[in-house]
């Protein structure tokens, strides 16, 4: 199995314990997320966002919808929190999510760590399409808080 590894950061100009907050509430998540997949959260709300909560949700990967359940296995407010793939399209998915205060502000640190299922299948799927579509995604993303954080670095 081959662990791959996605890497960015973002800049915005709003102190540490409000972006932190803004992520730990889970409902947020679809705010961050393209509308091309569909993402719908299947756990009741409030989540209480704390070291072993289960998150499940629906993704659309191409016309097919997919479960989804995370594990949130760290989390350290303001600092970060780690979220664990136990269900879902890929055979391991775990994300990294830092925020340090910077210049005012917040730099917003993102490292996922992932394989695909399928073995070389599944690698030539991640060289057509997924490295791209996760690119894609936080670039979404990217813009979406640009646009609810004027003003800081994109």
Known sequence: ???????????????????????ARPENLARLTPPWLGFRILTPSPIAMKEGALIDYVVRLGP????????????????????EQLAGPYSFWHHTH??????????????????????????????LAIRRQLRAIFAHRRRVLAGLYPGGAT
């Open 1 to 23: 199995m081959r662990v791959h590894e996605f890497v960015c950061e973002q800049s915005v100009p709003r102190p540490r314990p409000e972006v932190f907050d803004f992520f």
């Open 64 to 83: 097919l919808p997919t479960r989804w359940r995370t594990l949130i296995t760290s989390y350290e407010p303001p600092a970060r929190f780690v979220d």
């Open 98 to 127: 830092t925020f340090v205060e910077r210049d005012g502000g917040t730099l917003i640190g993102d490292r996922v760590r992932y394989a695909l299922p399928f073995g070389p299948l599944g690698e030539a799927a991640h060289a």
